[in-house]
Structures are given as structure tokens and as C-alpha cells.
Nanobody
Framework: VQLQASGGGLVQPGGSLRLSCVVS????????IGWFRQAPGKEREGVSC????????KYADSVRGRFTISRDYAKNTVYLQMNSLQPEDTAVYYC????????????????????WGQGTQVTVSS
């Protein structure tokens, strides 16, 4: 499995970005795709994820209402639309692939994901 994350960049507070995660080598069906982030000096944390079987999603409290995760089966791609970005959203964002549909309590747990992509830097600054 290869995961290619892209779409990061520099944006002003209040701005938006859309991250993309292209999955190759495996189908999205039956999997769970997650987005995680790691800020300098901090631990990696779960941001959002989508369980492909039923489309169930989960968000961290810090991003709920601002971020939206979605999928495109035809393109084997998962997106993370990030609106109302704030400086505290600055981090390297990673997408990750779990080979099964995760139960809700495990959906944002790092240990649940077997495959990881390289990160894409998101910087929110004026």
C-alpha cells in the first residue's frame, strides 16, 4: 500500500485548505482511512477518519465543525477539507490506512493503522 498526501501549504488564519490522500495498491473498500497531525514538540494525534464500508466518520473535538473528510472511490482518494484554520492547526498532516473497518473507539488511535503516508506541511500564520 502506498499513500500519497498532498495539499498542504501556508494559509492565513481563517483560511482553508484541502488535503488529498491517494491510495495505491489497495482498494478503499473495507478499509478505514485516517488523517493525523503532528505539531513540533507534540505527539501525533488523530484528526479525522472515515470508515469506507458505511461512510462513518469521526473527528477530534478540536476540529469538529471546521474539518470535513470525504472520499472518492473512483479516484481511490480521501480528502480533508479544512476551513477556519487557526495557528494551532499548524502541523505535518499524515494519512493512514487500516485494512479493516475500525470500531468507533479505535478510529482515531494511531495503533489501529498499518500503513502511513509521508506528511504534508500545513502552516497557519499571518
Amino acid at each position: 500500500v502506498q499513500l500519497q498526501a498532498s495539499g498542504g501549504g501556508l494559509v492565513q488564519p481563517g483560511g482553508s485548505l484541502r488535503l488529498s490522500c491517494v491510495v495505491s495498491g489497495f482498494t478503499l473498500q473495507g478499509s478505514t482511512i485516517g488523517w493525523f497531525r503532528q505539531a513540533p514538540g507534540k505527539e501525533r494525534e488523530g484528526v479525522s477518519c472515515i470508515r469506507q464500508g458505511d461512510g462513518s466518520t469521526k473527528y477530534a473535538d478540536s476540529v469538529r465543525g471546521r474539518f470535513t473528510i470525504s472520499r472518492d472511490y473512483a479516484k481511490n482518494t480521501v480528502y480533508l477539507q479544512m476551513n477556519s484554520l487557526q495557528p494551532e492547526d499548524t502541523a505535518v498532516y499524515y494519512c493512514a490506512y487500516a485494512t479493516r473497518g475500525l470500531i468507533r473507539s479505535s478510529m482515531l488511535a494511531i495503533r489501529s493503522y498499518e500503513h502511513w503516508g509521508q506528511g504534508t506541511q500545513v502552516t497557519v500564520s499571518s
